[in-house]
């Protein structure tokens, strides 16, 4: 459970009809299984130790005896165990019939959650707000609405909803998770119908999604009566929108690992939870913390959809985006042209295109992008080459500018030599490119759009007023992960074969300033040597930044990502590189220009993520110290 994570498990055995002994040693399985795969939590279906479809039979008196003895031996097995289970079973209350969830724990019935939702049911509501019932033998409390918070993993507070507390229009998920809970057990009673899968699993995400919240749901299984129903035994693990286990199989059980410390961040950000903690009563369970190890799979790029399938939709939406809001600008400052500088990498490849898809949208003549390539000293043939055929390609007044008396000049100018390549030398080019273009549009009426991506503006990879300055930003809220992946999809879905030949060698480029001087004509600045892997660079991106995790566990996670595509070494200095300049580069990103945000996720100093320039890294530096000791022995 270290690092913010708790094992769930939902579990539908096979039972048999109003057998409750028989059913309780399903159970009593069951758990032993989660408890070999270190499972903290397990939910059972609604009426558990009966079965749902018992009809009538539930509110009888041998079957209500029997369903009591049957939690007697489900609690027994319980002892010593580290894990809190959620089974289901009926409970008669004076005159009224209860259905209701066991909350079992090491040994102990922790307490009895009737159901909410009971119209058209068999069943009747609790009226009251808790007291102490006994179970057979078992002393415990009637208590609706309980949450169950975990003594050790901080955050981790479980809530229950029954049978059409899952499905009602007035579930209580949002009130548990207003007051605090972050994972909701569901223990369903549906049948299988040719939609109830895809509704369940509709329902899971979009619930998971807009409460924060973990989902562990478990529905009744093949086991159950086929009188009028037939029973799928679903049983699904999900977390903020996304699926992590889902099983139908006979005595199914679906198995994945909640992140209770993102979601806590995510709740964070967003506010409007623990709003009513204080009106519901709350018992605690759990041990100490453990190692939790770890099934879910965690993705190389966490910017793009997980399923290679809706990638062209997404790509789509992006561009949509990007064109919306160049257009915006440009409608609004009345201008007529693009001015874009073109030097052969994937950014301002994409910001070309994007501004040719603008001027088209606008009714104006492509010539209005205006490219301009604006080669120096470490520039190669081959970016300059692929530079101008996009720009020829879609149709742009291609214009070739070379800077290399200028900048000369300006060396001249402020006693540089021309045989120093410190950082002035480097930076002087970035900046009378920008210049030029600044220069060229208020020549032509138009607006410099600025090529510069969100990865770039996190590491600081850019030259203050120089790349980093123009008058709009079209890639300003996109990862070079996302950049590449609109790029392709364009080499992808382009009928021009010239165009696709082009863009697919801007993607094999590797990522270079061009700001050195080269030899024989090859491309030896990269960037990636300086900053990392920028797949990596926005996989800490995610992590750190937007889901809040520390470096450690971030380490954690990229080792499950990428496998070993990276030592443990490479990666604990990626991470110290990444800490470092996130929070000394923020002086760059707290003067930034205009550009549309595509996800939630942006560094604008007007709507992003938002640091003092003069904020200390020392907390995560710490941390990633103390990583390196631990993994690297140092």
């Excluded at 399985?29 to 009538?56: I, N, Q, S, W």
């Excluded at 009926?90 to 209860?98: E, I």
């Excluded at 490479?570 to 549309?596: A, I, T």
Aim: with cysteine; proline share 3%.
């Amino acid at each position: 459970m270290k690092d913010g994570f708790v094992k769930a498990a939902a579990a539908s055995p096979v039972i048999k009809v109003a057998d409750a002994e028989y059913n309780a040693q399903q159970v009593i399985k069951c758990m032993a299984a989660a408890r070999e795969k270190g499972v903290k939590l397990l939910v059972f279906p609604e009426l558990t130790l009966t079965g749902c479809f018992c009809y009538d039979l539930v509110g009888h008196r041998v079957l209500l005896e029997g369903a009591a003895a049957a939690l007697e031996k489900v609690v027994k097995a319980s002892e010593r165990t580290d894990m809190l289970v959620l089974v289901g079973l009926p409970y008669a209350f004076g005159s009224r019939l209860l259905s209701c969830a066991a909350v079992v724990y090491d040994g102990a019935l922790l307490a009895l959650i009737p159901r909410e939702n009971v119209a058209g049911s068999r069943f009747a509501d609790y009226p009251g707000e808790g007291e102490l019932v006994y179970v057979g033998a078992l002393e415990t409390e009637l208590c609706p609405g309980a949450l169950f918070a975990h003594r050790s993993l901080n955050g981790l507070t479980v809530a229950v909803e029954l049978g059409a507390d899952v499905t009602a229009a007035d579930s209580p998920t949002a009130y548990y998770a207003q007051s605090g809970a972050t994972v909701i057990a569901q223990m369903a009673s549906f049948p299988a119908t040719v939609s109830s899968t895809d509704d369940a699993l509709l329902a899971a995400r979009y619930e998971s999604k807009r409460f924060a919240c973990g989902l562990v749901l478990a529905a009744p299984g093949k086991g159950e009566s086929t009188t009028d129903n037939v029973c799928s035994g679903l049983c699904l693990v999900s977390e903020n929108g996304v699926v992590l286990a889902q099983d139908e199989r006979a005595d199914s059980m679906a198995v994945s690992e909640i992140d209770v410390d993102f979601l806590l961040n995510l709740r964070r950000r967003t506010g409007g939870f623990d709003l009513e903690a204080e009106e519901l009563c709350t018992a605690l369970w759990g041990g100490e913390l453990e190692e939790t190890t770890l099934t879910r799979e965690y993705v190389k790029h966490p910017h793009l959809p997980a399923r290679a399938e809706d990638v062209p939709a997404y790509c789509e939406r992006v561009l949509d985006i990007q064109v919306s809001g160049l257009v915006k600008r440009m409608e609004y400052a009345h201008l007529d042209h693009c001015v874009v500088g073109i030097s052969g990498g994937v950014d301002s490849t994409l910001a070309v295109m994007v501004s040719a898809m603008a001027v088209k949208r606008m009714g104006l003549p492509a010539t209005n992008v205006v490219a301009c390539t604006m080669p120096c000293f470490g520039t190669s043939s081959r970016t300059k080459s692929n530079a101008v055929i996009v720009a020829e390609q879609l149709g742009a007044e291609v214009r070739v500018i070379d800077i290399g008396k200028s900048v000369y000049q300006h060396f001249d100018d402020i006693g540089h030599a021309h045989d120093d390549y410190s950082i002035a030398f480097e930076n002087a080019q970035a900046r009378e490119r920008t210049q030029v273009l600044l220069d060229i549009a208020n020549k032509v009426n138009g607006l410099d759009v600025g090529t510069e991506d969100l990865s770039e503006f996190v590491d600081g990879w850019c030259t203050f007023n120089g790349d980093h300055t123009s008058n709009y930003d079209v890639n300003l809220g996109l990862t070079k992960t996302q950049v590449r992946a609109n790029v392709r999809y364009i080499a992808q879905t382009t009928d021009d074969k010239v165009l696709a030949a082009a863009l697919w060698d801007v993607l094999d480029c590797p990522v270079t300033p061009e700001l050195l001087p080269i030899h024989d004509d090859q491309i030896e600045q990269k960037s990636e040597d300086s900053v990392g892997s920028y797949s990596l660079q926005d996989f800490f991106t995610h992590k750190i930044m937007i889901c809040g995790f520390t470096p450690s566990k971030t380490f954690r996670l990229a080792k499950r990502a990428y496998g070993d595509k990276f030592t443990d070494e490479e990666l604990v200095r990626w991470l110290r590189s990444y800490c470092r300049r996130y929070f000394s580069q923020q002086f760059k990103r707290s003067c930034l220009m205009d550009g549309p945000a595509v996800e939630a996720f942006t560094v604008s100093p007007r709507t992003g993520f938002l640091i003092p320039s003069d904020a200390e890294a020392a907390l995560f530096l710490a941390d990633v110290d103390r990583l390196e000791k631990r993994v690297l022995g140092k």
